[in-house]
């Protein structure tokens, strides 16, 4: 199956496509979503601190207007990244979530971080340029890893401060430089409840544009230690019998793929699918 959404540095000079306008408030959008006739966009009233040309949906060629304030298009509102995750089309989302990481990676690379100097956009490519320097920035991505560690029937779930109300997930933490994606996952385990692992499998990997993550996913199963919550970042942490579950992150987050493949081998039922 061919994709319908293809990344691509497209040429902003050219005219026509379609464009999405992002602001401090999310994605622009109406009845018809978040895609707007490009010619159209560009003469509403838009504070536009950048235009980037992202890609292909469809065929058709998509840019992105990054914009430096919100402002009010008539018949159109605002929605955040993770409200079109958790309710939209998935394709718009991945046009989204890849046009709100090029929005926010160029717009915090304008300066050299060598020299202060104005940096600009390189032709036929997703760098920014400083030529003083003769240096390039690429857009950031942060290596993460999450994990399901798991003994027999129970799976172990923490809390987050951040999370929703009741909503428990796996344990997950960014990569720090000199570390295998191993040597991560034991380590954030170590640090937030004070588990020993064997057995690490990798899973899959998805991206997580919030802002700019990579997940690696593994499983692991426990080999010793009690839990003891990290403070702050850990609220709680349980073993959960995979027969009673408390609440499970949003069904497109490799968190909730990671717990469902696993249920899913012990109850032998049809594994589940990673979103893209
Ligand atoms: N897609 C999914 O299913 C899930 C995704 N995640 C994502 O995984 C990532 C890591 O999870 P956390 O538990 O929050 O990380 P973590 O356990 O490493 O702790 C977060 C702390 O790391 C530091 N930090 C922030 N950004 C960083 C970076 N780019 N590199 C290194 N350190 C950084 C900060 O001190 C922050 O408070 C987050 O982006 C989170 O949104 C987490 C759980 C589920
Ligand atoms: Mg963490
Ligand atoms: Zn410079």
Redesign the pocket.
Known sequence: MTSRWTTAVLDTDQPGGWAVARSPEGFLFDDNGALFPREWLKRQDLSILAEHGIGHLDGEPVYLLELRSTSEVPGCSWKGLRAFMLDGDHTIYKVLGYAAQIGTWAREHRFCGNCGQAMTQVPRERAMYCQPCDLRSYPRI?P?M?VLVTRGDEVLLAR?PRFVTGVY??L???A?PGESAEDCLIR?VRE?VQIEVKNIQYMGS?C?P?P??M?LGFHAEYASGEIVCQED?IEDAQWFNVHDLPPL?ASK????YLIDVYVARRLGHAEPVLPG
């Open positions: 942060s993460s999450i987050s997930s796996t997950a933490g960014f720090e954030e937030e998805q997580w919030f700019h993550s997940m970042e992150p987050s490799i968190a909730r």
